[in-house]
T-cell receptor, first 114, second 113 residues
Framework: DVKVTQSSRYLVKRTGEKVFLECVQD?????MFWYRQDPGLGLRLIYFSYDVKMKEKGDIPEGYSVSREKKERFSLILESASTNQTSMYLCASSHNGNIDNEQFFGPGTRLTVL | QKEVEQNSGPLSVPEGAIASLNCTYSDRGSQSFFWYRQYSGKSPELIMF????GDKEDGRFTAQLNKASQYVSLLIRDSQPSDSATYLC?????????????FGTGTQLKVEL
């Protein structure tokens, strides 16, 4: 059964803190993604990775960084959390494919920055 | 122009009716199309995908694709209250690479008793 897990369902942090969000997939997928989802704005891609140690910026990378040291794990880092980073963070993974590259999502982390 | 457009809704249908959810996309070379369902506070889950023109059926769900009109739809037959959710359309574009998908902002569906 397809499985993407995220380290926390709910997280509360203070402004200026460094925040780590972790994502693990057990499907041997090449691609992994980090999104944030806000009401009315839909899913916005922050970063993605198509291989170990490879990363590419998405649409809104500012204020975020990522790390992929192992194929199954993709971490999102907020270097200095700010209140405008309060959001639902979703990790997803997919395998390489021309047409059947559906993404499977983790349960999400609702982050609140105070 | 947004790359993937959906009417935000809410779309209200009575229980037992057919719900029709629509999505248009701008990249004419897009190759495959995905429908996700997202319950409030939960993450998106894949319902089905389609890549050939025409209809594809899976249980109560039918996806319809018309590449000439750049239009994809999802029909839900015999709608149930448990179908009440936001439905996201996602498109696999020709450009961009990295196996990214482009998501619409979703249509909220309410199935009323």
């Amino acid at each position: 059964d397809v499985k993407v897990t995220q380290s926390s369902r709910y997280l509360v942090k203070r402004t200026g803190e460094k925040v780590f969000l972790e994502c693990v997939q057990d499907m041997d997928h090449e691609n992994m993604f980090w999104y944030r989802q806000d009401p009315g704005l839909g899913l916005r891609l922050i970063y993605f990775s198509y291989d170990v140690k490879m990363k590419e910026k998405g649409d809104i990378p500012e204020g975020y960084s990522v790390s992929r040291e192992k194929k199954e794990r993709f971490s999102l880092i907020l270097e200095s959390a700010s209140t405008n980073q309060t959001s639902m963070y979703l990790c997803a993974s997919s395998h390489n494919g021309n047409i059947d590259n559906e993404q499977f999502f983790g349960p999400g982390t609702r982050l609140t920055v105070l | 122009q947004k790359e993937v457009e959906q009417n935000s809704g809410p779309l209200s249908v009575p229980e037992g009716a057919i719900a029709s959810l629509n999505c248009t996309y701008s990249d004419r070379g897009s190759q495959s199309f995905f429908w996700y369902r997202q319950y409030s506070g939960k993450s998106p889950e894949l319902i089905m995908f389609i890549y050939s023109n025409g209809d594809k059926e899976d249980g109560r769900f039918t996806a319809q694709l018309n590449k000439a009109s750049q239009y994809v739809s999802l029909l839900i037959r015999d709608s149930q209250p448990s179908d009440s959710a936001t439905y996201l359309c996602a498109v696999n574009p020709l450009t961009g690479g990295g196996n990214k998908l482009t998501f619409g902002t979703g249509t909220q569906l309410k199935v009323e008793l």
